[in-house]
């Protein structure tokens, strides 16, 4: 990380998911794992005052979820790897939109990336005001997804990739308040002409069906849940609750809940520092037979519970 008068400079590889959780915990963000494998990701931004252009890589699948920061809109440019946004399959040339203040609930596939460009509400409203376009910007607020065939989706694309990659070959090369202008302007002309996502995957219901299966896991996990007793305590079959997440994370309630507990024991074991400790920490992220833990464990995460909690050893 760099910084001088004018931004802030940002450039992390092989972030460990514990390394990434805990830079994204200041954006109300957090990501679980969801694919057995060593996870890894990449982080790159520049930081104005007013707006920031960023970019993000993940190796295997992953889901978000979060509150976008209030005051500002975010617009994010995704490669073609599978990724569901809210409700939505999202679409080769997608433009997805955060909105200040929304909901982020995303699930993608291994070696997603993603190009964002950040700008404060009251710099993207005074430069809709001088293109004459403040009544579009109102409206985008109901929008999740457009979609384009302009060419000029690729070529944003690529400026903030390029724009990036400047500025880390050369940290004293000066990007001004000119390039967030003529950036936004081409932004809300391509935006101005896309049309909005109609390929939903799922209803808003479903959604609030599974957060809160999520929660009542969490928020039970020491306790011997099963399928049976969650989908009793949300009121709904159990078909209901599989077919939910086989279609939102393409697997089991049962596998999802492991995921979980997975992730819950992972997070546990990088904030402590003494061996004596695994046994609780499995205890208390829902495991009783440490044996088939330690089996799980390494599987998912590639690594021994021990090498988590000592990385260094």
């Given at each position: 990380m760099r910084q001088n008068n004018n931004f802030?400079?940002?450039n992390l590889n092989n972030l460990s998911l514990f390394e990434f959780n805990r830079i994204i915990e200041a954006w109300n963000l957090n990501f679980i794992q969801l694919r057995s494998g060593k996870f890894?990701?990449?982080?790159?931004q520049i930081i104005y005052p007013d707006f920031q252009l960023g970019y993000a890589k993940f190796n295997t699948a992953v889901k978000q979820e979060g509150l976008s920061p209030e005051g500002v809109w975010t617009f994010a440019f995704v490669n073609d790897i599978k990724i569901h946004w809210r409700n939505y399959r999202v679409e080769p040339n997608s433009i997805i939109i955060y909105a200040p203040g929304s909901e982020i609930n995303a699930v993608s596939e291994a070696n997603f990336e993603v190009m964002t460009f950040s700008i404060s509400e009251y710099y993207l409203l005074e430069i809709a005001k001088q293109e004459g376009v403040?009544?579009?910007?109102?409206?985008?607020?109901?929008?999740?997804?457009?979609?384009?065939?302009?060419?000029q989706w690729t070529e944003l694309r690529n400026t903030i990739f390029y724009e990036i990659n400047i500025q880390l070959q050369d940290?004293?090369?000066?990007?001004?308040?000119?390039?967030?202008?003529?950036?936004?302007?081409?932004?809300?002309?391509l935006l101005r002409n896309a049309t909005v996502s109609t390929k939903k995957v799922s209803g808003k219901k479903r959604?609030?069906?599974?957060?809160?299966?999520e929660q009542?896991?969490?928020?039970?996990?020491?306790?011997?849940?099963?399928?049976v007793t969650i989908?009793?305590?949300?009121?709904?079959?159990?078909r209901t609750l599989l077919y939910a997440f086989r279609n939102r994370f393409d697997m089991s309630s049962k596998a999802y809940m492991l995921v979980l507990k997975l992730n819950h024991a992972h997070h546990r074991l990088h904030q402590e520092n003494n061996t004596r400790f695994i046994s609780s920490i499995v205890k208390d992220s829902g495991f009783w037979h440490m044996g088939q833990f330690y089996k799980d464990y390494k599987k998912f995460f590639g690594e021994l519970p021990s090498k988590t909690l000592n990385p260094n050893k």
């Amino acid at each position: 990380m760099r910084q001088n008068n004018n931004f802030e400079l940002v450039n992390l590889n092989n972030l460990s998911l514990f390394e990434f959780n805990r830079i994204i915990e200041a954006w109300n963000l957090n990501f679980i794992q969801l694919r057995s494998g060593k996870f890894s990701a990449k982080l790159s931004q520049i930081i104005y005052p007013d707006f920031q252009l960023g970019y993000a890589k993940f190796n295997t699948a992953v889901k978000q979820e979060g509150l976008s920061p209030e005051g500002v809109w975010t617009f994010a440019f995704v490669n073609d790897i599978k990724i569901h946004w809210r409700n939505y399959r999202v679409e080769p040339n997608s433009i997805i939109i955060y909105a200040p203040g929304s909901e982020i609930n995303a699930v993608s596939e291994a070696n997603f990336e993603v190009m964002t460009f950040s700008i404060s509400e009251y710099y993207l409203l005074e430069i809709a005001k001088q293109e004459g376009v403040e009544s579009f910007i109102e409206s985008l607020k109901t929008i999740e997804i457009l979609v384009s065939k302009d060419s000029q989706w690729t070529e944003l694309r690529n400026t903030i990739f390029y724009e990036i990659n400047i500025q880390l070959q050369d940290p004293n090369n000066k990007n001004d308040a000119s390039f967030k202008e003529s950036f936004t302007i081409k932004l809300l002309g391509l935006l101005r002409n896309a049309t909005v996502s109609t390929k939903k995957v799922s209803g808003k219901k479903r959604l609030k069906l599974l957060h809160n299966a999520e929660q009542y896991i969490l928020q039970n996990i020491t306790e011997p849940n099963t399928v049976v007793t969650i989908a009793s305590f949300l009121k709904v079959s159990e078909r209901t609750l599989l077919y939910a997440f086989r279609n939102r994370f393409d697997m089991s309630s049962k596998a999802y809940m492991l995921v979980l507990k997975l992730n819950h024991a992972h997070h546990r074991l990088h904030q402590e520092n003494n061996t004596r400790f695994i046994s609780s920490i499995v205890k208390d992220s829902g495991f009783w037979h440490m044996g088939q833990f330690y089996k799980d464990y390494k599987k998912f995460f590639g690594e021994l519970p021990s090498k988590t909690l000592n990385p260094n050893k």
